[in-house]
């Protein structure tokens, strides 16, 4: 794996950590996190299709998704929620920081214990994806029941879409 495939993680990483620190609207839809997703799985086949990747490997990736998606839950309850007017505002704290730290971390150090170099930066958008979308979910359920957000329609879908009759 050459440098130059560090750089969208790395742009990535500085990108997140400084909207999670913003004051930012909470949006109904994942959008951000499944376009991290569709670009992480494209990035993931590109790597597989030039790599061997065996079961460990894929066995310690699947494990660091759910350590991350554990952060992301426990991150969630870190970011400050408040409503202004219309709109329900998150901003993250430095708990929230520092839980990213840690939950980046994890998914690179994982790559340690695999036979595949590279492995962990090849799959850095689809943990983001994962983590954010859990985050994400997590924070519109927070905000529902500190009566910040108004309660789900019933007619809506998990993603704020229409649901399908």
């Known amino acids: 794996m ?11 990483v500085v ?21 991290l997703l569709v670009i992480g799985a494209a990035q993931t086949a590109q790597f597989a299709q030039d790599t ?28 400050r929620l408040w ?10 704290t430095v708990w929230t920081l520092l839980l990213w730290i840690v939950g980046i971390g994890q998914h690179l150090v994982f790559e340690f214990f ?24 997590l924070l519109s359920r927070r905000a529902r029941l500190l009566h910040l957000a108004a309660p789900a329609d019933s007619r809506r879908g998990a993603f704020g879409d229409e649901a399908r009759a």
């Open 15 to 35: 990108w997140l950590l400084v909207r999670q620190l913003s004051v930012r609207p909470l949006k109904d839809r994942p959008t951000l996190a499944l376009i």
């Open 114 to 137: 695999t036979h595949t170099h590279g492995f962990g930066t090849a799959t850095l958008l689809v943990y983001f994806g994962v983590v954010l979308l859990v985050q994400r979910l």
């Open 52 to 79: 061997r990747i065996d079961g460990l490997d894929v066995a310690l990736g699947l494990a660091s998704l759910v350590v991350g998606a554990g952060l992301a839950a426990v991150r969630a309850h870190t970011v």
């Open 2 to 12: 050459s440098y130059t495939s560090y750089i969208p993680a790395l742009i990535a």
């Open 83 to 92: 409503r202004d007017g219309d709109a329900v505002l998150t901003q993250g």
